[in-house]
């Protein structure tokens, strides 16, 4: 029996120790084995991780050379421009001094470059202010007068000078009472005139011209006969003793043609005198010529007529006109500009 039961127990324990191996224990193995090849896997990636950390890590350390490299670089430029604005500095504090240098020189430059520019300038305007008044008071000639005068004040205009001030303020009341002056306009009433002188030669002249008084012969056949040929002259010359016409009372004075063209020659010449009075600028003699040519008019010529009324209207129209308008008197600007040049003077 013994036997029996050791039997059974060695039968056993080889059957524990041999083929019969546990499940749990293949499951274990696998679990383990399969974390082993996780953690393996982890690792792995854990370690590229780590690789890729210290890539970024070096390249942050490159960077951060880079940037210590370039902050050193802009310090030494910061350092570099602060002191040339340090010495930009101190060189604009000169400049005031500079400046103020700068003006005097220029100052004196000026005064030397614009005091033979002010004394030419001052006797232009003289001269011109001059020429203005002696056209003026010589020749009454309005427009060459203001034409000078505005010259002048042009000049005067050209340089800084305060000393003419004055001068030009009474220029500007010159020029304005010249301006306001109402100048005829000679030409046309010189073409004018000259247009009635060449009208007089055919004006009609009251009174019968002698040409005119005598009878008109009436052109007539002659006769064939000699015997009536003398009857005919003898009836024509027993006509001519008698001879009646109906005259007008104011023309029934008999004129010959020197008495008309002398008629119209005076008249022509009282024309003439008005035509050179206007070109005198005489007012006096103007209307005179004017008045005594349209009294000529009126007395020997037929008034009756459209040519001698129109001459007597357009001699009417001439006479209102002023040729010679009161004119201002100028000159106290060119005074005034001869003090300030005297003033000016090196003498004075």
């Given at each position: 029996m013994s036997t029996e039961i050791e039997s059974l127990t060695t039968d056993l324990s080889t059957r524990r120790t041999g083929s019969g191996v546990s499940p749990m224990l293949f499951a274990f193995a696998g679990l383990a084995l399969l974390l082993a090849v996780y953690a393996h896997w982890r690792f792995g990636q854990f370690d590229e991780r780590i690789d890729r950390v210290r890539a970024q890590v070096g390249e942050l350390r490159a960077g951060?050379?880079?940037?210590?490299?370039?902050?050193?670089?802009?310090?030494?430029?910061?350092?570099?421009?602060?002191?040339?604005?340090?010495?930009?500095?101190?060189?604009?504090?000169?400049?005031?001094?500079?400046?103020?240098?700068?003006?005097?020189?220029?100052?004196?430059?000026?005064?030397?470059?614009?005091?033979?520019?002010r004394a030419w300038v001052r006797a232009e305007a003289l001269y011109l202010l001059e020429l203005g008044a002696r056209r003026l008071r010589l020749e009454h000639d309005v427009p060459t007068a203001i034409a000078a005068m505005e010259s002048a004040d042009a000049r005067l205009a050209t340089v800084a000078d305060p000393a003419v001030a004055e001068v030009?303020?009474?220029?500007?009341?010159?020029?304005?009472?010249?301006?306001?002056?109402?100048?005829?306009?000679?030409?046309?009433?010189?073409a004018r005139l000259t247009a009635l002188e060449v009208l007089t030669a055919r004006l009609p002249v009251l009174g019968v011209p002698i040409a005119s008084a005598r009878r008109a012969e009436r052109p007539a056949d002659e006769p064939a006969g000699r015997l009536d040929r003398v009857g005919q002259r003898i009836a024509q010359a027993w006509r001519d003793l008698f001879s009646y016409r109906r005259v007008d009372p104011a023309t029934t004075r008999l004129l010959t043609t020197e008495e008309m063209s002398l008629r119209r020659q005076h008249l022509e010449l009282l024309l003439f005198a008005a035509r050179i009075a206007a070109m005198q600028e005489d007012e006096a003699a103007y209307q005179q010529s004017l008045q005594a040519a349209d009294a000529w008019l009126e007395q020997f010529f037929d008034g009756n007529e459209p040519e001698v009324a129109a001459a007597r209207a357009e001699i009417?129209?001439?006479?209102?006109?002023?040729?010679?308008?009161?004119?201002?008197e100028v000159g106290a600007a060119a005074q005034l500009l001869q003090r300030v040049i005297r003033a000016g003077s090196p003498q004075s």
């Open positions: 951060q050379d880079r940037l210590a490299s370039q902050v050193g670089t802009l310090g030494t430029r910061l350092d570099e421009s602060n002191a040339q604005l340090r010495g930009q500095v101190r060189s604009l504090r000169e400049v005031p001094v500079q400046m103020n240098e700068l003006g005097q020189n220029l100052a004196e430059l000026r005064a030397r470059t614009e005091t033979p520019q030009r303020a009474q220029l500007a009341r010159e020029l304005a009472s010249l301006r306001a002056v109402n100048v005829p306009d000679l030409p046309a009433v010189l009417g129209a001439l006479g209102a006109l002023d040729i010679d308008p009161a004119r201002p």
